[in-house]
């Protein structure tokens, strides 16, 4: 069973538009939402996270969104840059021991 | 990646034979992880562990062996019994309730 569901798959977006993906989740014990950016070939890498007890995170043109009731967060990436093409994770994690990650978005970023 | 290395880079490894890739981590975490990545399947966990000399099955620990006798160090074994084996391996590291922090991956290819 999937635990996070992650849309869409893949996702064009002109340079300077906003790119946005979107997650939701089951278990409502999950307490820690990360976001992963990777590059090919590359491993995951941190990108923006946030705790359910906020609704909004923001860090330089990367923001998530995040609905309780919903069980929903998404991660906006204002004036998408070609350099933001890449796959992105949402995960979700109980108290750091398990990570559930999304399937990936691959992000194409056109000039 | 940051302070977790993984090698080689690139692996190949013959029928019934096993392998095993090597994840250091320099960054004082407790905790550290072993994920499997396939296209369009996102990242599945495959073993992780807490605390020197103990470890949990993930998903799909099957045809898979790790052992950590040392923090900094958490080697996974392919065995000939993983039918499947090809595909990107990641090594993940985290303080308890926080984050992790990905190396960059091995490749692994059965010929």
């Known amino acids: 069973q999937q635990q996070v569901k992650q849309s869409p798959q893949s996702l064009i977006v002109q340079k300077g538009g906003i790119s946005i993906i979107n997650c939701a989740y089951e278990?409502?014990?999950?307490?820690?939402f990360p976001w992963y950016q990777q590059f090919p070939g590359k491993g995951p890498a941190l990108l923006i996270a946030?705790?359910?007890?906020?609704s909004e995170k923001k860090e330089g043109r990367f923001t998530i969104s995040f609905n309780k009731s919903a069980k929903q967060f998404s991660l906006h990436i204002m004036d998408s840059q070609p350099g933001d093409s890449a796959t992105y994770f949402c995960?979700?994690?109980?108290?750091?021991?398990?990570?559930?990650f999304g399937t990936g978005t691959s992000l194409t970023v056109i000039p | 990646d940051g302070g977790i290395t993984q090698s080689p880079k690139y692996l190949f490894r013959k029928e019934g034979q096993n392998v095993t890739l090597s994840c250091e981590q320099n960054?004082?975490?407790?905790?550290m992880y072993w994920y499997r990545q396939d296209p369009g399947q996102g990242l599945r966990l495959i073993y992780y562990?807490?605390?020197?000399?103990?470890?949990q099955k993930g998903d799909i620990a099957e045809g898979y062996s790790v052992s950590r006798e040392k923090k900094e160090s958490f080697p996974l074994t392919v065995t000939s019994a993983q039918k499947n084996p090809t595909a990107f391996y990641l090594c993940?590291?985290?303080?308890?309730?926080?984050?992790?922090?990905f190396g960059p991956g091995t490749r692994l290819t059965v010929l």
């Open positions: 993940a590291s985290g303080r308890y309730a926080d984050t992790q922090y």
């Open positions: 278990n409502t014990a999950f307490d820690y």
């Open positions: 946030i705790r359910p007890d906020v």
């Open positions: 995960a979700a994690s109980l108290r750091g021991n398990q990570f559930y």
């Open positions: 960054l004082n975490h407790d905790a």
């Open positions: 562990s807490q605390i020197v000399n103990d470890f």
